[in-house]
């Protein structure tokens, strides 16, 4: 690949929408990943997504190459920094990418079938620095990986095809200098203003969570609370549980499940708590998330195994009581008016 076609390619890469900061927020993380599949020597299928955080941008469909764009205002935002027009030239610098890796291929006797991966991108932390990226692999091994501190490209693994790649890319100088400046300063400052022009809406979305809880026993001495906490959105969340109103501290008997994605691009995870049935105290689970505010979500666990019959007996006898109060209450409002009825007749 010509330097100035990997270029265009880097360019195309970080050319799409970035981050913006929140003070509160997490590390924000804009990034491009582009797989190219070669079966053979006559053969290439390109994919590519670009995503900020766990929302996808855009794709590249690998049938005729055209962009799909997940969102109206990716397309706008994409406009505003395709000040170099960028856009009409991606696919000669995807042609031109899929010609080096042959060559490459060529050139070091490597194998098809062969996948390459490239991984481009910007954190920006919430202290304003950011850290770009851009990473190469070669059959799903890390290949070169570009510094952008020092400003040229290292090998990530001993091999004849990282010195060989290697050394391609690192001959041009204007092309590493570049790529320096688009990697710590472009990608993370323009187009994350694009971003914050245009899509807020989208990718500050909060969705609250749903909490339930419910038992499992696993065997007849042991109980397991299990906090299902399901359908929020953005990912981070703490669930804790309460003893008696007392965090419970973290122990190997406290397991949290991993955050699993949902359909919707919302999150779930369950949380459990080993305990010993009937043990006398109260348990709440504890959910904290940004969609909350400053509130939390508590959702508290009855001990209904004990207390059927208590329960039972305490419903028929409030029952009893309003009846009795009910009737009392009817009896004496009749009496009432009866009296009054006789002193009206009595006064006439
Ligand atoms: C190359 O791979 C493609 C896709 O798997 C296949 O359709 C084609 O026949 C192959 N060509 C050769 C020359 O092997
Ligand atoms: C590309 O292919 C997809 C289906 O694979 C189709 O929906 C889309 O309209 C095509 N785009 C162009 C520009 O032909
Ligand atoms: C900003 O935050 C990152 C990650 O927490 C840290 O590595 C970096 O040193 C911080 N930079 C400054 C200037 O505070
Ligand atoms: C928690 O996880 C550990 C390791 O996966 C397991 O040994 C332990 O039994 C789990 N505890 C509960 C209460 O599920």
Redesign the pocket.
């Known amino acids: 690949m010509q330097p100035s076609h990997l270029l265009l390619l880097l360019f195309l890469l970080i050319l799409l929408p970035g981050m913006w900061a929140d003070p509160e927020a997490q590390p924000q993380v804009i990034q491009y990943l582009l797989t190219g599949l070669f ?2 020597i ?2 290439a299928e390109v994919s590519c997504l670009g995503l900020v955080g766990d929302i996808p941008i855009f794709t590249l469909d690998p049938a005729n190459w055209s962009i799909h764009f997940h969102w109206p205002w990716a397309r706008q935002a994409a406009a505003e920094v395709d000040g170099e027009k960028m856009l009409s030239q991606y696919k000669i610098v995807l042609r031109n990418m899929i010609q080096f890796v042959h060559d490459t291929v060529q050139q070091t006797k490597e194998h098809y079938p062969l996948v390459v991966q490239f991984r481009a991108g910007c954190v920006l932390y919430p202290n304003m620095t950011s850290w770009g990226f851009l990473n190469v692999s070669w059959d799903g091994r890390d290949l070169v990986a570009f510094e952008v501190d020092k400003e040229r490209w290292e090998t990530q693994q001993t091999s004849q095809v990282a010195e060989v790649v290697n050394k391609s890319l690192n001959r041009q100088k204007s092309v590493t200098v570049l790529l320096e400046y688009l990697l710590s300063t472009w990608i993370c400052h323009s187009n994350f203003r694009a971003l914050e022009k245009y899509g807020r809406a989208t990718l500050e979305r909060q969705e609250r969570p749903v909490a339930t809880v419910f038992t499992h026993t696993p065997s007849l001495d042991q109980l397991l609370l299990v906090c299902h906490v399901t359908g929020f959105y953005p990912r981070p969340i703490s669930v804790a549980w309460l003893q008696d109103g007392h965090e419970v501290p973290l122990d190997p008997v406290l397991n949290s499940s991993t955050i699993l994605p949902n359909a919707d691009l919302t999150y779930q995870l369950r949380s459990i708590l080993a305990m010993a049935p009937r043990d006398g105290h109260s348990y709440v689970c504890r959910v904290r998330h940004c969609s909350l505010g400053t509130h939390s979500l508590l959702i508290p666990w009855e001990d209904h195994s004990a207390a059927p019959t208590i329960s039972i007996t305490i419903v028929v006898l409030l029952l009893v009581a309003t009846a009795s109060v009910g009737g009392f209450w009817w009896w004496k409002h009749r009496k009432v008016n009866e009296a009054t009825l006789e002193m009206h007749e009595f006064i006439i």
Do not use: G, V, W
Request: glycine share 0%; proline share 0%.
């Open positions: 079966a053979n006559s053969s």
